[in-house]
């Protein structure tokens, strides 16, 4: 399969043509245009440092859906003991900094790059993307110790990256941004790429074709964008 060449328009060729590998595209911008664009398509960026932008739409895909979230023993009493606090939206760039800065062993580098940051900025000030928190209380200061972040379109939330300091901490911000989505309708978790961590959180792979259609579904309404601090 050929790689397209995006042209200045916000427009992706169909998912369906993407490498063996996911690669769809390369080139085009990181507007909010394109973004929301190549989320309503099943495709996302992710390129490093010093790279032209790539577009991906892998298959299999990995989903969760809240209903099905796993919470081990040990997790739902890390939770009971109330040693974190959780919140939703009220430190995006802090939480997206932290998921560039955390060192993962199968990366050389991030490829949150500061372009990434002031794009998926952008979309949180539109009310697009969305951050949960998760703190410790040190002294009389509140440390941000754990978060994820990810897009919100139709009733579809799309994950892109989290971080931890603290065992379990980016495991209870997930718990809090999930049950947000319950309370928000929201039936769809896209999880992008399979992991272990995701795996046992209770995600599951399906094949490419059977995201898109779960994706269409739940991309028939979308209500009205905005902040959902708590």
């Known amino acids: 399969m050929p790689v397209y060449y995006l042209p200045d328009e916000p427009i992706f060729p169909p998912p369906y043509d993407a490498e063996p590998n ?5 080139g085009g911008d990181l507007s ?5 664009a190549a989320y309503r398509e099943g495709i996302f960026p992710w390129f490093s440092q010093g790279d032209p932008y790539l577009w991906w739409s892998p298959n299999p895909r990995l ?3 809240p209903d099905r979230l796993h919470i081990s023993r040990s997790l ?3 939770i009971r003991k109330g040693c974190f606090h959780t919140t939703i939206d009220c430190a995006f760039d802090a939480v997206i900094h932290q998921c560039a800065e955390v060192k993962r062993h199968h990366e050389a580098g991030t490829w949150i790059t500061a372009e990434m940051r002031e794009a998926y900025g952008a979309l949180h000030r539109l ?7 998760c703190w410790v209380l040190e002294g009389d200061e509140a440390v941000l110790v754990g978060g994820m972040y990810g897009i919100a379109l139709g009733s579809c939330f799309f994950g892109e990256s989290m971080f931890h300091h603290r065992t379990d901490a980016s495991k209870v911000a997930f718990v809090a941004l999930v049950e947000q989505l319950k309370k928000r309708h929201i039936g769809l978790i896209d999880c992008q790429m399979k992991t272990d961590h995701l ?5 599951w792979e399906i094949p490419r074709e059977q995201f898109l259609q779960r994706l269409r579904q ?8 905005g902040s959902w601090r708590t």
Request: aromatic share 2%; hydrophobic share 40%; glycine share 8%.
């Open 76 to 78: 739902r009493k890390t």
């Open 22 to 26: 996911g690669l769809l595209a390369v």
């Open 199 to 203: 795996i046992r959180l209770g995600a």
């Open 218 to 225: 739940n991309l028939t309404i979308e209500p009205p964008p």
């Open 32 to 36: 909010s245009e394109r973004l929301l």
């Open 63 to 65: 989903i969760l859906t």
């Open 127 to 133: 009310g697009y993307a969305h951050s949960a928190e």
